[in-house]
């Protein structure tokens, strides 16, 4: 099946869940949120604010 993405904006997901992150300029990087902070995957708190938001697609399964 075909996974297909969801942006979000002006919503925050669930604290520490990992999710795709893009800034204004369009680039995405894997982050999450948490205590009121936006961190990058390496839990290193990001020094700008995420313009929307995703859940990452689902991996492929096999087919029978």
Do not use: C, F
């Amino acid at each position: 099946p075909i996974s297909v993405l969801r942006w979000h904006a002006g919503t925050l997901p669930e604290d520490e869940t990992t999710v795709l992150i893009a800034d204004e300029e369009g680039e995405v990087w894997l982050g999450y949120h948490a205590d009121g902070q936006w961190h990058g995957i390496d839990a290193m708190p990001l020094n700008w604010t995420p313009t929307e938001w995703a859940h990452p697609p689902q991996r492929p399964t096999k087919q029978a």
